[in-house]
């Protein structure tokens, strides 16, 4: 069992959790997820760690939610407990193993949308912690739904924050902001991160492909299981078949099919969706999550 060490409301359906987890808090790194499952029979959530603290032993975990599962979850408290939470799983962000004296050359750039705030924080966290200043655009659709800007502006070279109706800071969305950046205030950037969903991430991309600044993104939104069974995470990068929970989850964003993964996220979601998507891809669509009959 996994103790919740702290529950809190971060803001409308958005919750944060510490939850205790030594092993995974041992070895995770950013870019990592875990699965969290609250009984023997409940759901597998993927999520990826918001942040992690060695010396405690704990791992911070920050959802939204979405479904029955997510609602079960949010409706946990101080004390309760997972019944199971694996981790770390999937890739570490890449900066992670490049020479350090070299990432210090590197102008890095953040891009957080929404609830996608949580992944990117630990990324800028590890940046700042190894004497490196990223600048970071927060985004998000209005003032009542920004989260972690106080974590982010501790560790951040930069933060620029802009609310898509104006009710905070700038107006506009996070590609406004990028341009305004680049375009006006003579910023340049190496690397760009992008995470939060999936339509801010092709546009972040198109864009930065047109700005020639290469580009990561985090795909963790597809995944369903998390295990590398369902196949709900198929994505075309490139000319190849990935799967963003076990090669990912995060990829070049100038070659991820955008388009595709996002038909195909809207497909898995009904039992005819799922038959069609078996009936062009075969077994690989799916392998054992549980989800279809
Ligand atoms: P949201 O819809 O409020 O969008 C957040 C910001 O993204 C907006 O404020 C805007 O600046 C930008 N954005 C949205 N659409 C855009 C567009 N067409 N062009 C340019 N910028 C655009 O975000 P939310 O409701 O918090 O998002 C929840 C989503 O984030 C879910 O789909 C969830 O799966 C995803 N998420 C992703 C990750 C990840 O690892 N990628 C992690 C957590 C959550
Ligand atoms: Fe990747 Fe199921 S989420 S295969």
Same mark, same amino acid.
């Given at each position: 069992?996994?103790?919740?060490?702290?529950?809190e409301?971060?803001?409308?359906?958005?919750?944060?959790?510490?939850?205790?987890?030594k092993?995974?808090?041992?070895?995770?790194?950013?870019?990592?997820?875990?699965?969290?499952?609250?009984?023997?029979?409940?759901?597998?959530?993927?999520?990826t760690?918001?942040?992690y603290?060695?010396?405690?032993?704990?791992?911070?975990?920050?959802?939204?939610?979405?479904?029955?599962?997510? =609602?079960?979850?949010?409706?946990?408290?101080?004390?309760d407990?997972?019944?199971?939470?694996?981790?770390?799983?999937?890739?570490?962000?890449?900066?992670?193993?490049?020479?350090?004296?070299?990432?210090?050359?590197?102008?890095m750039?953040?891009?957080?949308?929404?609830?996608?705030?949580?992944p990117? $924080?630990?990324?800028?966290?590890?940046?700042?912690?190894?004497?490196?200043?990223?600048?970071?655009?927060?985004?998000?659709?209005?003032?009542?739904?920004?989260?972690? =800007?106080k974590?982010?502006?501790?560790?951040?070279?930069?933060?620029?924050?802009?609310?898509?109706?104006?009710?905070?800071?700038?107006? &506009?969305?996070?590609?406004?902001?990028?341009?305004?950046?680049?375009?006006?205030? &003579?910023?340049? $950037?190496?690397?760009?991160?992008?995470?939060?969903?999936?339509?801010?991430?092709?546009?972040?991309?198109?864009?930065?492909?047109?700005?020639?600044?290469?580009?990561?993104?985090?795909?963790?939104?597809?995944?369903?299981d998390?295990?590398?069974?369902?196949?709900?995470?198929?994505?075309?990068?490139?000319?190849?078949?990935?799967?963003?929970?076990?090669?990912?989850? =995060?990829?070049?964003?100038?070659?991820v099919?955008?388009?595709?993964?996002?038909?195909?996220?809207?497909? $898995?979601?009904?039992?005819?969706?799922?038959?069609?998507?078996?009936?062009?891809?075969?077994?690989?669509?799916?392998?054992?999550?549980?989800?279809?009959?």
């Amino acid at each position: 069992m996994y103790k919740i060490l702290k529950a809190e409301k971060l803001a409308d359906k958005i919750f944060l959790m510490d939850v205790e987890a030594k092993r995974i808090a041992k070895s995770c790194q950013p870019g990592q997820f875990i699965i969290a499952k609250m009984d023997d029979k409940g759901e597998r959530i993927p999520l990826t760690i918001c942040d992690y603290n060695r010396e405690a032993g704990t791992i911070t975990i920050v959802f939204q939610i979405v479904g029955a599962s997510t =609602e079960k979850m949010a409706a946990l408290q101080e004390g309760d407990s997972f019944r199971d939470f694996t981790g770390p799983l999937g890739q570490a962000s890449e900066f992670v193993h490049e020479d350090l004296e070299i990432l210090k050359k590197k102008k890095m750039l953040f891009v957080a949308g929404g609830v996608g705030t949580a992944p990117v $924080y630990p990324q800028v966290k590890w940046l700042h912690q190894h004497g490196i200043a990223a600048d970071v655009i927060m985004g998000s659709k209005t003032k009542d739904l920004l989260i972690l =800007e106080k974590e982010m502006k501790e560790v951040a070279g930069n933060l620029y924050v802009t609310t898509d109706d104006g009710s905070y800071e700038r107006k &506009g969305m996070v590609t406004e902001v990028m341009k305004d950046l680049v375009n006006n205030q &003579g910023k340049k $950037y190496d690397v760009c991160v992008a995470i939060g969903p999936m339509i801010m991430m092709k546009f972040v991309s198109l864009l930065t492909k047109e700005l020639q600044i290469p580009t990561v993104v985090s795909l963790n939104p597809i995944m369903v299981d998390g295990t590398g069974m369902c196949g709900a995470c198929r994505v075309t990068v490139g000319n190849e078949v990935k799967f963003a929970c076990v090669d990912g989850p =995060e990829f070049d964003g100038h070659l991820v099919n955008f388009d595709e993964a996002m038909k195909r996220q809207q497909m $898995y979601k009904t039992a005819e969706g799922r038959a069609v998507l078996k009936l062009r891809e075969g077994d690989t669509h799916h392998g054992g999550c549980g989800q279809c009959e």
